[in-house]
């Protein structure tokens, strides 16, 4: 059974950091593409950043680019989205998503987790 599990939201300060985890199970992982997506009330879901596990590469949206840094750890079958310098309007519920092969940020995703919500207060 494929599971993804994310975890590390939470209330920040604007200015502040925050750290996501996703762990995967159920699933080869290094043939994956592990997206962070998220969905702010009102707002459609967007696409934030993806990595892909076979090759490494890496996407971002333009709105988080230099503020955010995807990695994966392999041996622990887990994506980190670390966030720095949050805005108040990076507050969202963000998912982890997940995808056999390799994606962008705008590709469709197979699999997904319950969410995590990030607040980020002015």
């Known amino acids: 059974e494929v599971q993804l599990v994310e975890s590390g939201g939470g209330l920040v300060q604007a200015g502040g950091s925050l750290r996501l985890s996703c762990a995967a199970s159920?699933?080869?992982?290094?043939?994956?593409?592990i997206g962070w997506f998220r969905q702010a009330p009102g707002k459609e879901r967007e696409g934030v950043s993806c990595?892909?596990?076979?090759?490494?590469?890496?996407y971002y949206a333009g709105s988080v680019k230099g503020r955010f840094t995807i990695s994966s750890d392999n041996a622990k079958n887990t994506v980190y989205l670390q966030m720095n310098s949050l805005k108040p309007e990076d507050t969202a519920v963000y998912y982890c998503a997940a995808v056999q092969g390799v994606a962008g940020i705008d590709g469709e995703y197979d699999y997904w987790g319950q969410g995590t919500q990030v607040t980020v207060s002015s």
């Open positions: 159920g699933f080869t992982f290094d043939d994956y593409a």
């Open positions: 990595i892909n596990n076979s090759d490494g590469s890496t």
